[in-house]
């Protein structure tokens, strides 16, 4: 009798790259769910259009370069860089944006680089960056949240909204669509109106804008579910949590009327989807234990620095990609110490 | 004495893997059916291959020695049964290259008649260490942990590291593996004594026996031959079940904390390591005076019908063990000799049981499924998570792929004990011990290469340097030549001697010249004229005055004209 013969170890593999991303869009769903019950059907079409989209990018990428397309495609990675742009981008966004923002988030900044794991950059952010100091207008118009909005769109309008660009009836974009609670807050903040006056607004709930708080807390509960399931480390959603919530009530507390208190900056924007979605990219953020807290909370630094004195209102896809750029070199300086190693590794 | 409360400490990384060692102790013990023939390696241990004693034809006894140790690292191998020696020949051997080595085949007779057996040693405490190396030497016990190290080597401590700490492993962290968990639970006593031989031989203050938790019983026999023997120096430890415990280094960590230095030995921190199994085999040859022919092998595995732990001799065929395991199941696609994480994969059952054989597993595909193609790698950490060794797996995966071997090394290739915690994780199926295996392979490779580029330069240039100096002598002579014939042109002779001593043509004719004069000169002095020049007239003495005297003008002009020309 002959064997077949492999080299070890021999043991059944518990983990996979499918499985993997297939957790992480398990987890992203109940935030995504509370996006659509707050902001509507559009950002449930723009799911399915950057789907569709990533998928048939990936797909033709693969066919360019003479690759299988089934293994690549069947392993999730190109839904989910879809769902996390969907969810990051304006609810009525046209649908031509979308398809311009998944394709060169696919081709450009993923198989152009050699496809999954070999991109520098993450490519949901990197094409919501480039949509944004393209289109801004298109891209910062976003609807109110459920409980403020008095013309809600069916999921049809909405869908001809996105398709066709044509507004229902006796509805124009002002009407329709209104600033986000970040530009909101710092618009008004840089007209040097008091925060406890600005406060006092309709649009804020108890920590962050209202339906966005919501929203975050849904993408928290999803960002604990991978922890749980340890596709994701505590490292980078904590350092980039704390160090923004740390500075943040720094400002706050040394001009609690210029600079809005920490929990503010953590439930609103995309914080949340950020710490646990974004940042956590496996391929193009820091590795290392000690690079990851430097990391994550780099990033949480630079949130609050953009979005307080830069020219964007939310700054998570800004701060990623900045630090996207640094994570080779923080990862070459933050080598662990091997084992009967003396001191504390190369510093 | 009840147990004693002892700190432990973790290492980085390591899994939690499900166990599976049930399997094969639902069976008691067993023997193994002696075989027709017994296929002996000659090299069944780290270094030297033994030297063949015997020669196709011989009959030999049970315990004879086959092959005595060849040079310091080398362990003798000895026959397992009686019968007559049919070949000393290539065989197929249980090795990860699946290459054939020297093996002495024995056609077993039956009659398991022992040979001369080695003098017994039960008061082993009175005898001289020395005698007591030399036995375990001569009864060819190497590290039956799997890395069968001649252990007579490394109970011979040196004398800068004074060993204060024996460590016994009885953790074997390896799934399926129950062989060294039967051989505690069942022969605890012998086990001590073998621990009491080796501290005794390197002077050890204490020992730290541990054992995983998942095997209770043998955690239980233990302490109770413990405590029955009163070996109060012993320390019984319960360690957490977490591969790779069993690791040397991972043990040693668990147990005192200290790390063994990367590229070192656990005697440069004062400590000694064996395993259960080799602290058995050395009793048995110590005290019993059986050297090293059989051992306890586990048979496991979805492959075979009844896993199992049997006692088979040394070189008999891997294939009568699974028969006496059931047989192979109809699921079975993989043969592996270790465990599932480090062992490796046979591609035939007609290879023998040697000294480090410690487990079969006959695995079907859910158990060892084929990893399927490697995805890329998406850089999730995870390996390093696993990595007992705290390494970087995925960035020495990245250098070994290009090569970049300088780069891999350093990020500490050499520190990685291939336990394959890291591929074990991997989401990407990536087989990344296969990745530092093939690196290391290549750095040797490429040192042996710099070590042999290194020895060609270096004779090279030494033959460069030989060429130079005989090139520069032969110029120094003849310069030497040259100059010792330009002197006499320069200043002309003034003398007849130094114009002698500077032209043998001229001092020749000078001697000759001589000889005639004084030839000359006797004649006359005896008044003999040369008759021919007797009665002469004036004008013929005359004649011949001129011509003598021409004759002396004429050579010395020629020698003149000669030097001139010259």
Known sequence: MRFTTITSPHSDRPNSVRKTMLLVILALMPGAAAMIWFFGWGILINMLLASVTAVACEALAMRLRKRPVLPVVGDFSAVLTALLFAVAVPPLLPWWLTVLGVAFAILMVKQIYGGLGYNPFNPAMAAYVLLLVSYPVQMTSWLPPAMLNEYPLTFLQSASVIFTGALPDGLDWDTLTMATPLDAMFTQLDQSRMLSEILTQPLWGDFGGRGWEWAGNWFLLGGLFLLYK???????????????????????FLDQEAYPFGMFHIFTGGTLLGAFFIATDPVSACTTRKGQLLYGASIGLLVFIIRTWGGYPDAVAFAVLLMNMAAPTIDYYTQPRAFGHPGAGRD | MSKQKHTLYRFHGGLHLPDNKSQSLKLPLEQVALPKQLIIPLQQHIGESAEPLVKVGDHVLKGDMLAKPQGYVSAPVHASSSGTVVAIEAQPIPHPSGLRADCVVIETDGKETWGNQ?????????????LVRERIR???????????????????????????????????????ITCDDLLMQTQAEKILLGVDIIRRLVGAERCLFGIEDNKPKAIEQIQLAVNEAGFDWISVIAIPTLYPSGGEKQLIKVLTDQEIPSGSIPAKIGMLCHNVTTAFAIAEAVVDGKPLISRYVTV???GVRQPRNLEALIGTPVAALIAQAGGYTDQVTKLIVGGPMMGFTLTTDQVPVTKATNCLLAADSHEAPDPGPALPCIRCGRCADACPANLLPQ????????????KVQEYNLFDCIECGCCSHVCPSHIPLVQYFRFAKTESWAQEKEQRAAERARQRHEAQLARKERLEAERKAKLRKKKEALKKPVRKQPDSDVAGAEADPKKAAIAAALKRAAEKKAKLAEQGIAPKNQANLSDSQQKAIDRADQRRTENQTDAVTSEKQGE
């Open chain 1, 230 to 252: 340890r596709v994701i480390s505590w490292h980078i959603p904590v350092s980039m949590l704390g160090s923004l919530l740390v500075i943040a009530m720094l400002f706050h």
């Open chain 2, 118 to 130: 080695l003098e017994p040693m039960p008061d082993y405490r009175e005898v001289d260490p020395s």
């Open chain 2, 138 to 176: 001569n009864a060819g016990i190497v590290g039956m942990g799997g890395a069968a190290f001649p252990a007579s080597v490394k109970l011979t401590p040196g004398q800068e590291n004074p060993i204060h700490t024996l460590i016994i492993n009885g953790a074997e962290c390896e799934p399926y």
């Open chain 2, 300 to 302: 496991t595995g979805n």
């Open chain 2, 395 to 406: 960035q020495m995966y990245w250098y070994a792929r290009a090569k970049d071997l300088e």
